[in-house]
């Protein structure tokens, strides 16, 4: 994360000089610069989750979310973000008493609510450039997990509510005054947390679910997020 916010405030000390020196000389009614109108920016949101499960894939995986967003323009650059996000992920249930040829139970829906907050840069300053104002920025949150049917076998594991953090890029494309369409990407980072039997073998000459030699007992995940967000400027 330090050194994503690192890269992300050197681009942006770069290219924002460059976007003003770039306007000077412009006819303002021929500038391919406008300004962004309004400051509050309320959307509806979708994406698809393409999580990576941990390493004992037990995690949230795979699966289409949707929420509401509500973005904020601050002074110069800056905007804020927040949302509530519903997830419908695949989540892999596994018996780690069995041995490694018999684990596999299924696959079953893991469901999360997600509510999180974050400040983010237009490249572009508050201006778009033929509409277009890419961005970069963080967020973080809490994830809720409903309960699993599965879980009643898993030895003690199961996703509860976990700390949020994820950095995003992506492009805002004003389609009119109001109207606009939000293009990200997002990484999602959660901690895993392994309950002992997911180290312990299940007989003599059985492998278990994570080696402990070389497995600590938690396990930060990134789960990458692709999002549409279609947004109205309300004033």
Do not use: C
Not at 15 to 37: C, E, K, N
Not at 63 to 72: E, H, K, S, T
């Amino acid at each position: 994360m330090k050194h994503f916010i690192g890269a992300a405030a050197a681009t942006l000390l770069l290219l924002v000089p460059a976007t003003a020196a770039a306007q000077v000389g412009h006819d303002p009614a021929s500038s391919p610069y406008r300004d962004i109108f309004g400051k509050f920016i309320l959307g509806v949101e979708g994406g698809y989750a393409n999580g990576s499960g941990g390493d004992a894939g037990v995690g949230p995986a795979s699966g289409p979310f949707g929420g509401v967003r509500l973005d904020i323009n601050l002074s110069g650059p800056a905007n804020a973000g927040f949302e509530a996000l519903y997830a419908s992920l695949d989540r892999r249930i596994i018996d780690p008493s069995l041995p490694a040829a018999e684990r596999e139970v299924g696959t079953e829906k893991q469901s999360l609510v997600i509510l999180m907050g974050g400040l983010g840069l237009h490249f572009t300053g508050h201006k778009t450039w033929h509409g277009l104002a890419p961005f970069i920025g963080a967020s973080m949150g809490l994830a809720f997990g409903g309960d699993v049917p599965g879980d009643s076998v898993m030895g003690g594991f199961a996703y509860n509510t976990k700390f949020v953090v994820a950095p995003w890029a992506g492009i805002r494309w004003h389609l009119g005054r109001r109207l606009s369409l939000r293009i990200e990407a997002r990484d999602m980072i959660w901690q895993l947390k392994y309950p002992n039997s997911f180290f312990e073998p299940p007989s003599l000459g059985e492998s278990p679910v994570l080696n402990p030699v070389v497995k600590g007992t938690s396990e930060w995940t990134h789960n990458f997020w692709f999002i549409g967000v279609l947004g109205y400027t309300i004033s």
